[in-house]
């Protein structure tokens, strides 16, 4: 049974960092592309960036410079570091396992930005 489990959600003050975490389990972690997409309310979900198998990462043009994804596949960890945030930042923030025509996705954790 794959599972995603998103880790590091919370308040924070405009300008302020966190640092999400997403544990998988029941999947060969190490030949998927991972990623982070966020939703907010009355929006449709979005990527907000992606790593490859080979560390080759992609960021939605609103959050590149700011954020930064890794992965760990020795632990099946992948994480999103999150500079500079901004209260349009705000959302719900789900992690995502891409391996051929399969995708996995996480319960989210939800990061709020107050300005």
């Known amino acids: 049974q794959v599972q995603l489990v998103e880790s590091g959600g919370g308040l924070v003050q405009a300008g302020g960092s966190l640092r999400l975490s997403c544990a998988a389990s029941?999947?060969?972690?190490?030949?998927?592309?991972m990623g982070w997409y966020r939703q907010a309310p009355g929006k449709q979900r979005e990527m907000v960036a992606s790593?490859?198998?080979?560390?080759?990462?992609n960021y939605a043009d609103t959050v590149n410079g700011r954020f930064t994804i890794s992965r760990d596949n020795a632990k099946k960890m992948v994480y999103l570091e999150m500079n500079n945030l901004k209260p349009e930042d705000a959302a719900s923030y789900y992690c995502n396992a891409r391996f051929r025509s399969a995708t996995y996705w996480g319960q989210g954790t939800q990061v709020t930005v107050s300005s």
């Open positions: 790593i490859t198998t080979e560390g080759s990462t």
């Open positions: 029941g999947l060969s972690f190490s030949i998927c592309t």
